[in-house]
């Protein structure tokens, strides 16, 4: 039986970049070149990169992109997209917490919870990042986002998920956040690109980024730097609070 993850992305390409979380890509790739100067050597992996909305600017702007996901749906749309652009970006259907590269790229990025932190077990979150750290080279860096844990310690999520639900698709519904597992529970509903109304049993885990600078070091990575995740404005001089919903996690070998 497929996962919720899994459900909630087959035929749900189109509808996806309509979502307000999809409208920081300019922002956030601006970032992401400042971060690695602008060199157009670098060689940058996407994984869980959807309908390829940071591979495909990053493609447009000259660098050289894969992009990895579990969904066919979702690389379907991307591929279409990049050739209407006539961008050559290798996408391909991957499954994050399988091994597939080693020491091949310069640069990893994995942006709005595109696999980390959505798998039901904490150690398949583990090995998404594992796999994150075998796929770099030396002196690689890895940049992505995850939910904040300190955000549920002082805050609602089913009213930030509410107010979120207004501004896209997606609504929201009998979040339960569990103290012991930091993990929300939530019945999320959506109407995919045929029309048909879904409604999935989510499950999602936050991290603390004391749990982040831990389960990075173990894997090798040197230095690990932790902000607030503004969106489409990613910048090293926000610092992360407990009002930040996400965090940015830059952490390099």
Excluded at 104 to 119: K, N, R
Aim: with cysteine; glycine share 6%.
């Amino acid at each position: 039986m497929p996962q919720w993850y899994e459900e909630l992305f087959k035929n749900y390409a189109e509808t996806y970049d309509t979502e307000i979380f999809t409208k920081g890509t300019i922002g956030e790739c601006d970032f992401i070149e400042k971060e690695i100067n602008y060199d157009k050597t670098v060689k940058i992996l996407d994984i869980g990169c959807g309908t390829g909305r940071h591979a495909i600017e990053l493609s447009k702007r000259g660098y050289s992109v894969t992009g990895i996901d579990l969904s066919e749906s979702q690389l379907l749309h991307a591929l279409q997209k990049a050739s209407a652009q006539s961008l050559k970006i290798d996408f391909q259907k991957h499954d994050a917490r399988t091994p597939h590269f080693i020491n091949e790229f310069d640069l990893i990025i994995m942006l709005c919870e595109g696999g980390f932190p959505l798998m039901e077990t904490d150690e398949m979150n583990y090995q998404i990042l594992q796999n994150a750290a075998n796929a770099l080279k030396q002196n690689g860096k890895l940049i992505f986002t995850t939910l904040n844990g300190l955000f549920p310690l002082f805050h609602s999520v089913k009213d930030f998920m509410s107010a979120e639900s207004k501004n896209g698709g997606a609504t929201y519904r009998n979040n339960t956040f569990d103290l012991m597992t930091f993990r929300d529970h939530n019945i999320t509903e959506v109407v995919d690109d045929s029309g048909n109304k879904k409604s999935l049993t989510c499950d999602e885990r936050y991290y603390v980024p004391s749990e982040i600078t831990w389960l990075l070091k173990s894997l090798s990575f040197k230095a690990i730097d932790i902000f607030g995740a503004t969106l489409g404005a990613f910048s090293r001089n926000d610092k992360l609070t407990t009002k930040d919903f996400e965090m940015l996690v830059i952490a390099e070998k």
